[in-house]
C-alpha cells in the first residue's frame, strides 16, 4: 500500500479507485455478517467466487462480502447490482442458477425471492419489502456498499473525505460548532450532545487527551456497535479522527465486546490499513496531527459499558464505576 502523503494523493487514489470499479458490469454483494454466517453465508460466498472465476466472469463481475444488511432472519442474501435486485436464503447449490439465469440471461430466480409470510407476495428489489421500506437507514446504509477488509471500498464511495476536509480547513473550534448546529447526540440512553462533550474535553486540565469509542455493547441483542463495527470500520475510524482532533487527542481507544469476533476483528484490520495508508500515526495527511488507535477487549462484563468502569477498565483495573463527581470527560 503506498502512503499518502497529503490529500491528493487521497484524492488520486480514490479516483483511480472508483475507475477501476467501473470496469465490472455487475457487483454482487452477499452479506458476511454474523446473523449471515449463522446461515452459511460462508460457503454461498465461496461457491459463488469460485463459479465467477470458473466463467471467466472475474473481469466483469465484482463479488463483495459485506457487513450486515439489516434483514439476518432472511440469510444468506445477496443484492445484485445494476437493478437491486434482492435474492434471500441462498445456497451454495443456487449459485450456478443466479450466474447462468440472472447475470448472464436476465431472469429473475423466483424462488429466491423474499416473499411477504402475510400477503404471499413477492418482491424483486430491496426497496420494495415492507421491511425495508419503513427505514430510513443513515449510519448503516453504506454497509452494502463497502467489503469492511478493504479500505479502498471505503476510500472509494468518499471515504476519508470529511477528514481531509478537517485537516485542511476547520479549527477545533469550528468543528466543535458544527457538530452543535448538526444537533448531533450520543447513541447512548441519555443521548447526551456530542458537541458538549468534545467542548468540555478539549477545555479539560491537562494536555493528554484520549478518545474512547464505547462499542461494548453490554445490551442483549442490540447489535447497533456491533453492526457498524462488523460491516464498516472506517467510518467509525474515521469519526474517531475528527473527534480528535477536535479535542486534541493523540491516542484513541475503542473498547469493544470481546464476544463480538467479527467486530473485533474487522476493527483490527482496518486500524492496520489506516497504518498502512497513513490515515493513522504521526503526521497524517501531511498535517500536524499525529493519531493511533488501538483495540481493547472488554471481559463480558454489562458495567464496564458504563463510562467510569470502562475507564477503570482500560487502566488494567477492576472494572467498577465511580461517583461521578468529576465528569467522565474531566
Ligand atoms: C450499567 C451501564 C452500562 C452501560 N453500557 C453501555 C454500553 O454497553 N455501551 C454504551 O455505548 N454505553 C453504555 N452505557 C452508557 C455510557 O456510560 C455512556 O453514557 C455512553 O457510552 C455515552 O455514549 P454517547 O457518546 O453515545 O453519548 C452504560 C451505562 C450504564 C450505567
Ligand atoms: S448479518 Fe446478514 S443481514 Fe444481518
Known amino acids: 500500500m503506498p502512503k499518502l502523503n497529503n490529500a491528493n494523493d487521497l484524492e488520486s487514489l480514490r479516483s ?6 467501473k470496469n465490472f458490469r455487475t457487483t454482487l454483494t452477499l452479506c458476511g455478517g454474523t446473523g449471515c454466517q449463522a446461515s452459511q453465508s460462508r460457503s454461498v460466498i465461496d461457491a459463488l467466487k469460485k463459479e465467477v472465476n470458473k466463467q471467466g466472469l472475474d473481469k466483469s463481475v465484482y ?4 457487513g450486515c444488511h439489516g434483514f439476518c432472519e432472511q440469510g444468506p442474501l445477496m443484492v445484485i447490482e445494476p437493478g437491486n435486485i434482492f435474492y434471500c436464503h441462498i445456497t451454495p447449490e443456487d449459485v450456478s442458477e443466479i450466474i447462468t439465469q440472472t447475470l448472464l440471461n436476465n431472469v429473475i430466480i423466483e424462488k429466491l425471492l423474499y416473499t411477504d409470510p402475510i400477503t404471499g407476495k413477492k418482491s424483486q428489489t430491496e426497496a420494495e419489502i415492507p421491511f425495508y421500506k419503513a427505514q430510513d437507514r443513515q449510519l448503516l446504509s453504506q454497509n452494502r456498499l463497502v467489503d469492511p477488509c478493504s479500505i479502498e471500498d471505503f476510500i472509494a464511495i468518499g471515504g476519508y473525505s470529511a477528514l481531509t476536509k478537517v485537516l485542511a480547513k476547520m479549527t477545533p473550534e469550528k468543528i466543535i460548532n458544527e457538530i452543535k448546529e448538526s444537533g448531533l447526540r450520543g447513541r447512548g440512553g441519555g443521548g447526551f450532545p456530542t458537541s458538549r462533550k468534545w467542548a468540555d474535553c478539549k477545555a479539560a486540565h491537562g494536555d493528554e487527551k484520549y478518545v474512547i ?11 447497533m456497535d456491533r453492526s457498524i463495527l462488523e460491516g464498516n470500520p472506517h467510518l467509525v475510524l474515521e469519526g474517531i479522527l475528527i473527534g480528535a482532533f477536535a479535542i486534541g487527542a493523540a491516542q484513541g481507544y475503542i473498547y469493544v465486546r470481546k464476544e463480538y ?4 476483528e474487522h476493527a483490527r484490520i482496518a486500524i492496520k490499513q489506516a497504518r498502512e495508508y497513513g490515515l493513522l500515526g504521526e503526521k497524517i495527511l501531511g498535517s500536524k496531527f499525529s493519531f493511533d488507535v488501538e483495540i481493547a477487549r472488554g471481559g463480558g462484563a454489562f458495567v464496564c459499558g458504563e463510562s467510569t468502569a470502562l475507564m477503570a477498565s482500560l487502566e488494567g483495573k477492576v472494572g467498577e464505576p465511580r461517583p461521578k ?3 467522565t470527560v474531566e
Do not use: F, K
Open 63 to 66: 463479488v463483495r462480502t459485506s
Open 325 to 327: 463527581d468529576v465528569h
Open 16 to 21: 483511480e479507485l472508483q475507475r477501476a470499479r
Open 261 to 264: 469476533p467479527l467486530a473485533v
Open 213 to 223: 469509542c464505547n462499542a461494548d455493547e453490554g445490551d442483549p441483542g442490540a447489535y
